[in-house]
């Protein structure tokens, strides 16, 4: 998924890119569903939040926003530490995982050679 073209190499068409994005997208929506999963079963299983709840608690954090309960419990609180922690880094590797095709392409271009 990661095995970009060296400088040397000409242009991937845009096909190929279009391909190359559409996986790398994949892998960050992925990554954000089980993200948000993972967040859902903590916050049902510490706090014993309703699934409704936990969803709307853990995509709350996992966007940046913050949470809309506060934990009432020890574990409950660790965990939303936890996955506060995580979320702020699952935000900037996912953007990264997404984004690298676009960034790739457009320093390719700039060095390309005609």
Same mark, same amino acid.
């Given at each position: ?17 279009? #391909? ?20 859902? $079963? ?16 853990? $995509? ?8 809309? $309960? ?7 609180? #660790?965990?939303?530490?936890?996955? !506060? #922690?995580?979320?702020? #880094? ?9 984004? !690298? ?14």
């Amino acid at each position: 998924m990661f095995s970009f073209e060296h400088h040397s190499e000409p242009v991937l068409h845009r096909k190929e890119f279009l #391909l190359r994005f559409a996986r790398t997208a994949l892998a960050g929506i992925t990554m954000v569903v089980v993200s948000l999963g993972a967040g859902m $079963a903590g916050y049902h299983a510490f706090e014993g939040m309703t699934w409704i709840d936990a969803f709307a608690n853990a $995509a709350m954090i996992l966007s940046g926003m913050g949470p809309l $309960a506060q934990p009432a419990t020890t574990m409950g609180k #660790l965990f939303a530490g936890c996955y !506060a #922690l995580y979320s702020g #880094l699952a935000v900037v590797i996912v953007a990264g995982i997404t984004f !690298a095709p676009v960034i790739h392409r457009f320093l390719h271009k700039l060095h390309a050679e005609k």
